[in-house]
Every structure is written in structure tokens, then in C-alpha cells.
DNA sequence: TCTGGGGTCCTTCAACGT
DNA sequence: TCTGACGTTGAAGGACCC
């Protein structure tokens, strides 16, 4: 998809089609996920920090991400793929592979450009976005040509044209090449994908490991060629925070750690798994980085255990100094529990619970939309709950109808009241506490068809691929 | 007002068992 | 009994991706 997140809230919000908008934490620590094509032109990119994005596009405008829209619509994509083939990858909430020979596409280039053109046009009708579509024979091609695709065009990489295409490519176009490996090999004098292929294995492996200058030399001839997986198996589960201030109270720390563990394990349930390590991760003032993990000696997903542990491993670290970012992951996951191999029958009575007890102190209505970045909600403190309403946000006044925050401060929030299939709306201005305002669920960006059939293209042989491979026979 | 969050994979090193 | 080779695991960190 194409600047999914921004296009997605173009799309919600008609005022900002065709403006600079940015999406990604509005924190003094946020970057930026996405940014539409307008802001691209100012110079915003994705990861940048947000204070540098307001400094080059200071009238884009700035929204918090909504993921529960972006997997709605994620979801309708990944279906029509899944129309085209068996074999669907998803690589993430907007980007997939399909083997299209799976799904018995003819292995010519006009069935292939024929099924590329016709998913654009149902994505297209299914989600009111534009996707592109790379074609070509193994993933790597695909992705590579799915990025020359953008935005809203389709690429097809012909077969026997691979390395005369790559070969005046940076090295940075590979998948997998990063700034450090990028300057590794700039150093070493490489700085295309033909000087790669020119320099030989035993020197690419010699420079970058085993591995890595295997799978590069591979790639720099165009003969790295994976299936495309279907189901892969979640190997890790971990949340983390950034605060916007260090912290540097220990008891807070060790506090937040706790937190932390509960709301991985939330999660590490709500997947029906367990996990054998636990891995605390600690980012200090300075941005240093280090983490600290103990193996159990069976999985568990108590959030009791967890947390004991992470607390143990929090001993470990010195946070003088103060601390940026916590986290609590858990690997080596499992669908079983130790616990499960025995005293069941204990569990009933007491565990259940703890369990009940822990996860949520603030109640158990945070099970609707937990954690959600950029919520409305309150703040974990005592006291009176003071609504926030975070850029982007969708809202209903039970006298103005739907609409979304376009921005709040002082007392105020200032809402536009427009939905995806209207024009450009009004703006007005509301106390933020006024009991007519309250937060509310996504609209569909296209209006939904209701009566299959009516639309006459959609469903006939939809799907999107932003890679796709057609492995050769 | 530099640098998010959630992942994956790889490398290196140490400890341990055979 | 000592030593070395080798495989496996665990721990830590780094690079990369979206």
C-alpha cells in the first residue's frame, strides 16, 4: 500500500486529501510512521523525529496512528490476496508476497500483468486506497520492483533482464542492507549491486559473515530465491515505552517494569502462548541500549512469574542516570504453560484469580482497546479523570454527528465534523469535558456494499501484491 | 526538540556435555 | 587423567524491516 497510514487517514478525513500529513507519535520523543506524498515533498520520511518533521512541514497536519483501522482495512487486502493464491506472506499490516504460480496464475507476462492490473483496480474498490505491485521471479525482484511501482503503478521485472536492472542499483536497494551495512561495504569499495556480484562470495562473506555475504551475493546475482510462507509462527512477544521524560526514580522504574510485564503477558495470552525466556530491555539517557534476559525452566504466561523476573533482571542493570525507554519481552514461546503439566486443580482455586487481580488495577474496561497508542482516555494517576484527545482521533457530538480532533490544548478541543463520504467539514470548538463529546469507533472508508453483486468487479479475482512471487518451475 | 514500537535474524562469546 | 574437538544452549548485542 502506499503511505498506508497517511493514505488511510486521507481517505477518513476529506479536509486533508491532498495535503502534507504525517502520522507517528505527537510525544516529545515521537517519529514519524508515515507521511503522505505532500509531505514527503518537505522532506519528511519515515523514523525521522517529529520535532524535525514540524520544523520542514510546520502546517502538515499531525495525526496519531489508528492501527485498529489500518488492520481492518489490512485485513480486507490480505483477503483478496488470499482470493488470488494459497500461498499468502504477509510482511506486514500493508505489504505481503503471493506466490502467484500457487494460486495457478499462467507463467506468462500478460496473465501476471492482467492479475496485478486487476487487484490494484479491487483494492482499489474495496478500501478507497491505491497499492502498487511489483511483479517478478522470487521475492527479493518482487519487493525491488513493488518499491519502482510506487506510488499507484504496477512493475513487472522480466525474467533474464534481473542483473542488467540491479547491477547500477545501490547496494541499498537489497533488502537487508542498512546504513551500517551500506557503509561497511562503501568502505570496501562496493557501492552497487554489479560490484557485489563483481567482488565475489568468499569476499562478500569474508566482509559481512557467512550469512549475511551469502544471501547479498546471492541477491547481487539475482539467484536468491525463498518460498513464500504462509503461516510463520510468532517467535517473541514484547512491549516497550518511551517516556517522554527520563526517569530516574528507581521505585518508578520498578514500578513501570511491572506494568510492563502485565501488559505482555496480556498479550502474550490474548495469542494463546506461553514463553520459556524473559528478556527486560533498558534504554538509558545516553540512548545506550542493553538487555537482560533468564531462561525458566518451563514456559509460562503467569504474570505473576514474569514480573518476579523481569524485577530480577532489573537488579542487574545501574539506571543512575536515568532511563528512556523500558521494556519486557518473552521467547522461546510455547502454546503450553509449565504450570499446565501440573496443579491444575490448585490453579482453579487461586491462580485464576491473581490473574484476574493483576492485568488490569484500573479496571477491566481497558479490554476493548487496550493500550491503544494515542487513546482517549486517562492518564494511570489518581484523581479526576481529565480527558486527553489526541490528534486524529474519531469523535461524536451527540449534536454535530461524527467527526475527529483536529487539535486540543487549554481546556479546549477543536473537532471537524466531516466523515470519509462526505465533503470537507466544519470546524468547531469544545471544552474538553463537554458530556456531548465522546470518543468513537472508525468509519468505513468506503461505503460498504451491503448487496454483493452490485459492484461488478470486486470479488472476482481481487488481491494485491506488493511482492509476489512466481517461482519458475 | 534528535532518535517509536514490534518484530526477525545473525554473530559472538561463554559454559557445558560428550 | 588430561586435552582437544565439537555441538548445543543461553546471553548479549547489533542490524534491519515496516
Redesign the pocket.
Known sequence: MDA?YASAEQAAKPSLRGKAVVV??L?????V?TASYEARRFGVH??M????A??LAPNAAYLVPRFGLYREISEQVMGLLRELSPLVEP?????AFVDLEAGGVADDEASARAVGERLRADIKAVTGLTASVGLAASKMLA?IAS?EAKPDGLRLIAPGTERALLGPMSV?T???????????LRRAGITTVEEIAEAGEDELVRL??????G?LYAMALARYERPVVAE???????????YDVDIHDRVRVRGEVARLADRCVQ?LRA?GHSG??I?LKV?RF??????????LRGPTDDPGVVREAAAR?LE?VDTTGGV??L?V?V??LADYTQEDLFAQAAADAGASGEVQAESDAGGEAEGASP?E?GEVGAEESAGPVERRWAAGLDVRHAEFGHGWVQGSGLGRVTVRFETPGSEPGRVRTFRTDDPLLEPAEPLPLVERPGRAGELPAVGEAPSRVEGEEVVPG
Open positions: 498506508f507517528g507519535g510525544g516529545p520523543r515521537g517519529v510512521a519515515s523514523a523525529p517529529m520535532g524535525q514540524r520544523r510482511l506486514s499490516l500493508d505489504e519487493k518499491e541499498r537489497l533488502p537487508g542492507v542498512g546504513p551500517a551495512t551500506g557503509d561497511h559481512l559473515g557467512k550469512a549475511h555475504g544471501s510463520r509462527d510468532t517467535k517473541s512477544v514484547s512491549v516497550e515505552d518511551t498479550r495469542a520459556r525466556t528478556v534504554r545516553d540512548f545506550s541500549t542493553l538487555t537482560r534476559s533468564e531462561t533482571l542487574s528512556r525507554l521494556g519481552g521467547t522461546g493500550g497508542p
